[in-house]
Structures are given as structure tokens and as C-alpha cells.
């Protein structure tokens, strides 16, 4: 295995990003980390030598748009991928082959693949504190797997869960909004992936809204939330998941 890899990973929230630096970590000594949900990222050219990770949350059982597009902004150069779904505890769906076919396209070989849990961005009670240290240890025991079959030569593209065509991927009807706390400081403006905040009135969000929670996640003042009807409408749906575990799944 290389000294290096290179992680690729879009984590609105934070949950994705632990199990990709998790998982870089473990496969290299000086893992490259590289945040696609920051539109502004540095996008380094093919190396058909040097492996990749994608980690990417699932929305509505699909890859959510940006980070689709970020994907295909990265050539691979026929160098060996690892494809990382990560999920709030329901289901991963058709991500993960979506993901798989996403990177065949860029011309990635998806020589392993991983269905990781982390706390469900709109419901933080749902796989709470996940990644925990079993996850963290069972993300070490994939990493070396992954090592062993890539260290191994010559790499088989990995068969993964999913249809074709993929699930239609609808995410609730629901948008972030602002409440009295907001100061306009615009942070969450200039975090959002998409651009769906206007920097002049960040206390609004736009129709290009993906829900990805980040404007949420990282206001300083907690001014940000679903609407109360959207609250509940989350609590009936995911509620019941709070008290389920869901197990990592991999493949090689």
C-alpha cells in the first residue's frame, strides 16, 4: 500500500468526515484529505497509481447532487477507489452502487466499498455520537482488508447492494430557516455547499436548498432550525430509529 492516499469526502454536517478521516488514517500514514463540499476545494490531477476514498451521505437513498458533481470533477486514471456511503441509520439504498459506477465512470476501479452509520443530520438523536469506537475499530479492520486486496496487484471492481435504475431520491419537502437568535453574521452563507443562502440576507435560504443541515450545523448562535411543522414531520418519520443500531456492512 502507498505511504499516501488520497479522501475525498462531502460532509455537510460532520458525520461523514469522521468516518473518511477514520478511514484514511488507517489505510495510509499521510493520508490527503479533501473536502468536496467546500466549493472553492483544490482538486489534484489523475494519478493511476495513487488509491482514493470517497466517502459521500446518502440523501434520500441516492448520492445527493453536489456531490455527484464534485465526483465528476476527479479523474481516476485507472487508480484503485474505495466507495463509502454514509448513513443516518435507515437505509443506504441505491447509493452505494451509484457512488460505484460514478467512480467506473471517472475511471476509478472500486476495488472495495463500506455502508458507514453516523448521527442522522436532521434528527441528532438517531445513531447519536456515531461513529463511536466500535465503529472507529471496525473502520481500522475494513482499512486493512482493504490494504491486504490492494497491495495484493491487480484489483476486481467490487459488486455492491443497489438497482438500476436508482431509487427517485426525493428528500422531504423542507428548507432551514432563520429565527429571532440570528445576527447575520453570514457564516452560514459562506459554509453552504450550494450557495442556497444569500450573503446580503443569510437570515433567508433559497429554492436551491438540498437540506444538508450544514447552515444548522455550524451556526454559532443556534438560530437555525426546521420549521416546527418540519421538526415534527421528522420526529414521526425517524423517530423510531432512535433506539436502533444498524451495522456497518463492506465489501471486497
Known amino acids: 500500500m502507498h505511504q499516501t492516499v488520497r479522501v475525498f469526502y462531502f460532509s455537510p454536517t460532520g458525520g461523514v468526515r469522521r468516518v473518511a478521516r477514520a478511514l484514511g488514517s488507517a489505510l495510509a500514514k499521510a493520508p490527503e484529505f479533501f473536502d468536496l463540499s467546500d466549493q472553492d476545494v483544490f482538486i489534484p490531477k489523475a494519478d493511476g497509481e495513487l488509491p482514493a476514498v470517497f466517502a459521500v451521505p446518502v440523501f434520500a437513498g441516492r448520492v445527493p447532487a453536489p456531490a455527484r458533481e464534485a465526483v465528476r470533477r476527479i479523474a481516476g486514471a485507472g487508480a484503485p477507489a474505495v466507495a463509502v456511503a454514509v448513513y443516518g ?28 452509520i453516523a448521527e442522522h443530520s436532521m434528527l441528532r438523536t438517531v445513531a447519536a455520537g456515531r461513529p463511536d469506537a466500535r465503529d472507529i475499530q471496525e473502520i481500522e479492520a475494513f482499512a486493512a482488508a482493504v490494504k491486504a486486496k490492494i497491495s495484493g496487484g491487480a484489483c476486481l471492481p467490487v459488486s455492491v447492494p443497489g438497482g438500476r435504475p436508482y431509487c427517485a431520491g426525493k428528500p422531504l419537502p423542507l428548507r432551514p430557516q432563520a429565527f ?7 457564516l452560514c452563507a459562506r459554509r453552504c455547499p450550494v450557495g442556497a443562502i444569500p450573503p446580503d440576507a443569510p437570515d433567508k435560504t433559497g429554492e436551491t436548498c438540498i437540506l444538508c443541515m450544514r447552515c444548522v450545523a455550524v451556526c454559532p448562535r443556534q438560530a437555525r432550525a426546521l420549521p416546527p411543522a418540519g421538526q415534527a414531520a421528522v420526529q414521526a418519520k425517524l423517530g423510531g430509529l432512535t433506539q436502533v443500531r444498524r451495522e456497518n456492512q463492506t465489501w471486497l
Do not use: I, K, S, Y
Not at 429571532?180 to 453570514?186: K, Q, S, T, W
Open 89 to 116: 441509520n435507515r437505509a443506504f439504498e441505491d447509493a452505494l452502487l451509484e457512488l460505484c459506477d460514478l467512480l467506473t465512470e471517472q475511471n476509478f476501479v472500486p476495488a472495495a466499498a463500506g455502508a458507514f
Open 180 to 186: 429571532d437568535r440570528c445576527v447575520r453574521c453570514g
